[in-house]
């Protein structure tokens, strides 16, 4: 009897255990992706960093193996990729088109489509710029026009849309909408633009309504980014007029600092990187780099300089002690830069390299250029050292690639190119 009893006990205290990582796994899992998957810009952390396996440092002469390409329609608007599926946001013809592929192979699993009438002012692209989120089974996409939708990751079904430009009274602007979505904690933000303190907005993340507004900043074409500094949670916006640190439940401002060009055509892109208890913000048009430091409700400048990184559209990676990151105009031909972190000074730049998007893998640069070269770059403060180089695209790559489980999603005008960088997986 006392050994069915203790039968029966093992048997309760296993199932009790599969319930709590059951549990555990639900609590965690659909909120916080992991550390293979890019769910967002910039990545896990909105910081640019890869976290998944390590990828490989050498390439065949022909270079990383291709899994597949697909055609697109016009945008900016960059990949991202959750347990196995990855998002595509396009425009082809007069709609706006979200797209779930299976990441391994580009089959397409759903697609959900609107229209759209959006026409660029300046003769440019007239696809969506923001890169979608995913957060808890929810893919949410913000275009060009400023209608932002929430769909389901595993059918495309509508959950809930919002035209955010109507509703808030929005300015096209010179671009149109280019805010990726940032998601946290139940709680969707974005740098609006509208009008009567409606600069800034939080939205429920499950039915869209608004939850708070703050500022009168117009928008600009950076995203927001969550960090903790002086142990408070706090959302940070570089909007056209500055950097704004917002509480992300009550939408209190906590503190701003003026940052853009004196030029009204001037644009704010880049998005903030904290590195607690640092504040890097960068941009061009004779703006520069600053390197704030939080001290409780407070800044204190800790280095400003136009002529150390100044980031055009690209957003720089930090590796330690050392910024990584395109420097000066992208029409006027930019150079890559290694720049330490607490003084600016530029530790070797590589002129002349012109344009293009970084990621850090591990200890090495994923360097994407305009023109469809893919670089491997030590990320090392000694010098520049090219680990390998191939071409994966046709020119002009505009968009934020995709790092996903050792694969790279990347994109142009017209295709979408799956590159394997784990041959050996």
């Not at 009168?216 to 949670?233: F, K």
């Not at 006027?332 to 600016?344: D, I, P």
Request: charged share 20%.
């Amino acid at each position: 009897m006392a050994g069915i009893l203790l039968s029966v006990f093992r048997i309760l205290l296993l199932c009790g255990l599969l319930l709590f990582l059951g549990v555990r796994q639900h609590a965690v899992g659909p909120e916080a992706a992991a550390d293979s998957d890019w769910p967002q810009f910039l990545g896990p952390q909105r910081n640019g960093v890869y976290g998944g396996p390590a990828i490989s440092g050498s390439w065949p002469a022909s270079g990383p193996p291709v899994l597949w390409r697909k055609p697109v329609g016009e945008g900016f608007s960059g990949a991202v990729a959750q347990a196995g599926r990855l998002i595509l946001f396009h425009r082809l013809q007069s709609r706006e088109r979200v797209e779930c592929l299976e990441a391994q192979s580009g089959r397409p699993l759903w697609q959900y489509d609107y229209p759209t009438d959006y026409r660029d002012d300046f003769g440019f692209d007239g696809g969506p710029r923001a890169t979608p989120s995913i957060w808890d089974g929810k893919v949410y996409t913000f275009g060009a026009q400023g209608v932002l939708h929430c769909l389901e990751l595993e059918s495309g079904r509508k959950v809930w849309s919002l035209n955010t430009h109507e509703k808030f009274g929005v300015r096209k602007g010179f671009f149109g909408a280019a805010c990726s979505p940032l998601v946290e904690d139940g709680r969707l933000f974005l740098n609006v633009g509208g009008a009567e303190q409606a600069g800034l907005a939080a939205f429920h993340a499950g039915t869209g309504r608004v939850l708070w507004t703050a500022t009168d900043d117009e928008a600009s074409y950076s995203s927001p980014a969550m960090a903790t500094l002086g142990g408070r949670r706090q959302v940070l916006f570089l909007t056209r007029t500055g950097l704004v640190s917002v509480d992300p439940k009550s939408g209190e401002v906590l503190f701003r600092f003026r940052w853009r060009a004196r030029s009204r055509a001037s644009v704010n892109a880049a998005t903030p990187l904290a590195a607690p208890p640092l504040i890097f913000l960068s941009a061009s048009y004779g703006t520069g780099a600053v390197q704030l430091r939080v001290k409780g409700a407070e800044l204190e400048t800790v280095w400003t300089s136009d002529e150390s990184l100044s980031n055009h559209y690209s957003t720089s990676v930090i590796r330690g002690e050392h910024l990584f990151g395109f420097h000066g105009r992208q029409e006027y031909g930019q150079s890559l830069r290694c720049v330490e972190l607490e003084t600016g000074r530029v530790l070797w730049s590589r002129d002349g390299f012109k344009a293009g998007t970084l990621s850090l893998a591990g200890d090495r640069l994923v360097v994407l250029k305009e023109n469809g070269e893919l670089l491997l770059v030590a990320a090392s403060p000694r010098e520049f050292r090219l680990i390998a180089k191939a071409r994966v695209l046709a020119p002009t790559v505009r968009a934020y690639p995709a790092l996903a489980d050792g694969r790279l999603f990347a994109r142009n005008r017209k295709e979408l190119v799956a590159v394997d960088l784990q041959p050996d997986r």
